[in-house]
């Protein structure tokens, strides 16, 4: 296994992604990955969501996959715009699906100091 094969992992995977506006919308969860045999793997989509949960963490992420919903967003990786300290995307987080849980409770959240956009 090559180096960079390697850090995709260790530079995407459960990175916060931010929106083309800056907004925080989720964390990478997984990546989905084809090449067939002989053929150069290629991540095609970040994945995002409780559902995809159990696929990294066992019956644990079963568990919390469950209580979390089992939502479960592919993001296409031409969507995405920069890989930073966060994934950044070209579009907003509305286009894609994402942020839903932060809509619903972005009436608490920005009651905490510090805890707002």
Do not use: F
């Amino acid at each position: 296994m090559s180096t960079s094969e390697i850090d995709i992992g260790l530079q995407v995977l459960d990175r916060q992604l931010l929106d083309k506006n800056g907004r925080r919308c989720g964390k990478v969860d997984d990546l989905a990955i084809e090449g067939g045999v002989g053929e150069v793997p290629e991540v095609v989509a970040v994945l995002v969501g409780p559902g995809y949960w159990a696929q990294r963490a066992g019956w644990i992420g079963k568990l919390a996959g469950l209580i979390g919903g089992g939502r479960c967003v592919r993001v296409d990786w031409r969507d995405v715009h920069r890989i930073d300290s966060a994934v950044e995307l070209k579009r907003e987080a509305t286009e894609l699906g994402l942020g839903r849980g932060d809509d619903r409770l972005r009436r608490y959240l920005d009651k905490i100091p510090g805890a707002g956009r």
